[in-house]
């Protein structure tokens, strides 16, 4: 094949293949060198020095296959004196990225996007270390370009999820209007999130309407000082802290139950009868249920009850009519006297007005959550990582502004 077809094909603009160095079943190695003579960029200050060339080195960099063989360049790369810093310097090669070309580097961070480090390694027959390293490069110099500065969000539900074992978190920001994590960091609380807004900076957290949280202490506190931005306490956890004060009934009975040795009672209350308890939707099951427990345990019954009336308040046709309903569930609650459905009370009537402000903005922590379950399988799928830092961007890549496809 004539060398102006391979460099056609090879499509390297700035490049010209000299020679085939050699050809196997496997791989084909190319001699290429500039088409032009051109001064050499720094790799340090990235600008063009027109200094006396220090030395010269060959390196080989792994470019994409052609015709079912790896390709392999041996490129000449100049060292000269940076005049920044009077340190030699090997020139910088834009269509390089170490020792692969970049289209290679995209092709490996494309690859593992779609599947783990070490099956994207097998496919391209190469290490998975050295894929690691090579996502890794791609994905930092991706995040300069998409996440700094950070976008802007109008609508932002924040949450946590767990890396690795023994309580270590990271903190996930996201967009609750284009679905994507935004900003992420190791931990979680309030010094996590005083991060974001720091890095958001004063003018630009005036554009956030409102913060769809769990209820934690940190995140609202922290949302509170450094914003005027609502807070939206998430109905879902809401139901959650429901479902568990009946369950805390349901145990404390059942308990009694088994010493009385009252076997429909304990039939009843049994835990294989717990989701049926809890479910928000009325059923026949349920029904038979509560009236079954209004004849055996009325404390049971009356957490139910309780339970069950409280949905009437995102039911509600507007804030108002919400307010006045959740103040008559709060004193139904306290007047119960059961303990769980007290202490709630207690603290629905000091988070009442977040509670509320959902009729404001209909936003909440299910895309949060959802992302949170993507994340958990990434970390399943790795078999977990040990770098944090790549992990909150693949994080990004996988559920955020990284992902290739947003480019294709």
């Known amino acids: 094949m004539h060398m102006k077809t391979i460099t056609e094909l090879l499509n390297l603009p700035k490049y010209k293949v000299k020679k085939v160095i050699e050809i196997t079943d496997e791989s084909l190695h190319l001699e290429v060198t500039p088409k032009e003579k051109e001064p050499p960029i720094c790799s340090a200050c990235m600008m063009v020095h027109n200094t006396k060339i220090h030395s010269r080195q060959e390196v080989v960099v792994e470019d994409?296959?052609?015709?079912?063989?790896?390709?392999?360049?041996?490129?000449?790369?100049?060292?000269?004196?940076?005049?920044?810093?009077e340190t030699i310097?090997?020139?910088?090669?834009?269509?390089?990225?170490?020792?692969?070309?970049?289209?290679?580097?995209?092709?490996?961070?494309?690859?593992?996007?779609?599947?783990?480090?070490?099956?994207?390694?097998w496919f391209l027959g190469i290490d998975d270390e050295r894929v690691y390293r090579i996502d890794k490069t791609m994905l930092e110099q991706l995040a300069k370009e998409r996440l700094d500065p950070v976008p802007i969000p109008k609508h932002m539900s924040?949450?946590?999820?767990?890396?690795?074992?023994?309580?270590?978190?990271?903190?996930?920001?996201?967009?609750?209007?284009?679905?994507?994590?935004?900003?992420?960091?190791q931990g979680r609380g309030k010094a996590v999130l005083d991060k974001f807004y720091h890095k958001l900076g004063k003018e630009n957290r005036k554009?956030?309407?409102?913060?769809?949280?769990?209820?934690?202490?940190?995140?609202?506190?922290?949302?509170?000082?450094?914003?005027?931005?609502?807070?939206?306490?998430?109905?879902?956890?809401?139901?959650?802290?429901?479902?568990?004060a009946l369950d805390a009934v349901r145990k404390e009975e059942l308990k009694k139950a088994?010493?009385?040795?009252?076997?429909?009672?304990?039939?009843?209350?049994?835990?294989?009868?717990r989701f049926i308890m809890m479910k928000n939707k009325p059923s026949k099951k349920k029904e038979n249920i509560?009236?079954?427990?209004?004849?055996?345990?009325?404390?049971?019954?009356?957490?139910?009850?309780?339970?069950?009336?409280?949905?009437?308040?995102?039911?509600?046709?507007?804030?108002?009519?919400?307010s006045v309903l959740l103040g008559k569930w709060i004193v139904s609650a306290i007047k119960s006297g059961i303990k769980p459905f007290v202490q709630l009370a207690d603290k629905f009537f000091r988070k009442r007005h977040y509670i509320l402000n959902i009729f404001e903005h209909r936003i909440s922590t299910a895309i949060s959550e959802g992302i949170?379950?993507?994340?958990?399988?990434?970390?399943?799928?790795?078999?977990?990582?040990?770098?944090?830092h790549y992990f909150l961007l693949k994080i990004h890549q996988h559920c955020g502004l990284l992902n290739p496809k947003l480019s294709t």
């Not at 509170?224 to 956890?237: G, K, M, P, Q, W």
């Not at 088994?258 to 009868?273: A, P, V, Y």
């Not at 399988?377 to 944090?388: I, Q, S």
């Open 64 to 85: 994409m296959w052609m015709c079912n063989r790896k390709v392999f360049l041996h490129i000449v790369k100049r060292k000269s004196i940076c005049i920044e810093d």
């Open 89 to 121: 310097r090997t020139e910088h090669i834009p269509d390089l990225l170490g020792r692969n070309t970049k289209r290679f580097s995209e092709h490996v961070y494309r690859l593992t996007s779609i599947t783990t480090n070490k099956e994207a390694g």
């Open 158 to 185: 924040v949450d946590e999820v767990a890396w690795q074992k023994w309580h270590k978190y990271v903190t996930n920001v996201v967009d609750t209007d284009s679905r994507m994590v935004i900003w992420n960091h």
């Open 207 to 244: 554009e956030i309407k409102a913060v769809a949280s769990d209820g934690a202490r940190g995140f609202l506190k922290s949302t509170r000082e450094h914003t005027d931005a609502l807070i939206v306490l998430d109905h879902f956890h809401v139901k959650m802290y429901l479902n568990n």
């Open 258 to 273: 088994r010493k009385q040795e009252n076997r429909e009672l304990e039939g009843i209350l049994h835990c294989n009868q």
């Open 290 to 322: 509560l009236e079954t427990l209004s004849r055996l345990n009325q404390r049971v019954y009356e957490a139910m009850l309780l339970k069950d009336q409280f949905i009437e308040v995102y039911n509600a046709p507007n804030k108002k009519a919400a």
């Open 372 to 388: 949170n379950n993507k994340i958990k399988r990434l970390r399943r799928m790795a078999y977990g990582y040990r770098d944090v």
